[in-house]
């Protein structure tokens, strides 16, 4: 097939209307390798601009992305403030909250106590005075005292013993009810005439 195609080309150029083609057909060849090594060229050029436009993007990129970590954090630390603000608000609120059903527990609580007889800390404290207060004077009529520790411990367990005594008088009843109930009606006249 090569050797068709010379042949054609040959008898081409023979003939002077072929000549003008030929020559037509070398300056289209020609043209066609500048239009060739032109594209070349550009590639390189933009090739070589191309890498300086990536670096310059680059940069530019790195500058745009300080700039938005420096909004971020800024923003970041706003929002901190504000959630710390916050929280330090629901602390107080919920601080009072609990001191308030702390007070309500106590003052049930002293209530209870008191309602038992349980005698108090302000109570003991009294106690605690007048007890040294005793002793003084006590003391300056000459007299041995006892030492006020013991003195005042002796009181407090005076006045818890009441609080125990109406509980062993309702519990008494109780025993001589039962006690009433299972004898006969005969003996247990005789015991009622033995108590009175």
């Not at 670096?55 to 938005?68: F, I, N, Y």
């Not at 330090?88 to 009072?96: F, H, L, M, P």
């Not at 006969?184 to 006249?189: M, S, T, Y």
Request: proline content about 5%; aromatic content about 2%; charged content about 25%.
């Amino acid at each position: 097939m090569v050797k068709k195609l010379k042949k054609m080309a040959e008898q081409k150029s023979a003939s002077p209307a072929n000549l003008l083609d030929s020559q037509l057909a070398g300056a289209v060849k020609a043209s066609a390798q500048q239009i060739w090594l032109a594209g070349m060229g550009a590639f390189s050029k933009a090739q070589e601009e191309g890498t300086k436009v990536f670096e310059a993007l680059v940069k530019e990129g790195v500058s745009l992305q300080r700039k938005t970590q420096a909004v971020a954090e800024e923003r970041i630390g706003e929002v901190t403030g504000k959630m710390s603000a916050m929280a330090g608000e629901v602390t107080n609120k919920a601080g009072a909250s609990w001191d308030k059903l702390e007070s309500i527990f106590e003052a049930r609580t002293a209530k209870a106590l008191g309602k038992l007889g349980v005698p108090t800390a302000k109570d003991v404290a009294e106690l605690t005075a007048r007890v040294d207060a005793l002793a003084s004077a006590v003391a300056q009529l000459g007299g041995k005292v006892a030492p006020a520790k013991k003195a005042a411990a002796k009181p407090a367990a005076k006045k818890a013993a009441p609080a125990a005594k109406p509980v062993a008088k309702k519990a008494a009843p109780a025993k001589k009810a039962v006690a009433k109930k299972a004898a006969p009606r005969k003996a247990a006249k005789p015991a009622d005439s033995a108590a009175a």
